[in-house]
């Protein structure tokens, strides 16, 4: 099992940069892969970005986060960060840390581990 706690979530201008935190529990975080959604209010939950487990490193972002959000990984601190770079105000929601055991290079479609999010509002 694994516990996810996100940090990092702040007011912020739009055009303006920000780096969010998803720390981990235990020792079997490498073989875990994460994914990065968020959800705005009231709509549903939308898919971020996620990171395959292990050393792999290989990332798939939703399109309108592309070129502008990365996913990135740190074993070691059992930790995965998302920075967004030229932050818009359709930006704003909460945004959830998920984690799902997985083999090498594979990026699951759902997860079974949650945090409990952290909130980021763009202004304009």
């Known amino acids: 099992q694994v516990q996810l706690v996100e940090s990092g979530g702040e007011l912020v201008q739009a055009g303006g940069s920000r780096r969010l935190s998803c720390a981990a529990s235990?020792?079997?975080?490498?073989?875990?892969?994460v994914g990065w959604y968020r959800q705005a209010p009231g709509k549903e939950r939308e898919f971020v970005a996620a990171?395959?487990?292990?050393?792999?490193?290989?990332?798939h972002y939703a399109n309108s986060v592309k070129g502008r959000f990365t996913i990135s990984r740190d074993n070691a601190k059992n930790t995965v960060y998302l920075q967004m770079n030229s932050l818009k105000p359709e930006d704003t929601a909460v945004y959830y840390c998920?984690?799902?055991?997985?083999?090498?290079?594979?990026?699951?479609?759902?997860?079974?581990?949650w945090g409990q999010g952290t909130q980021v509002t763009v202004s304009s």
């Open positions: 998920a984690a799902k055991s997985s083999v090498a290079g594979f990026i699951p479609v759902d997860y079974d581990y």
């Open positions: 235990g020792r079997t975080f490498s073989s875990y892969a």
């Open positions: 990171i395959a487990s292990w050393s792999d490193g290989r990332t």
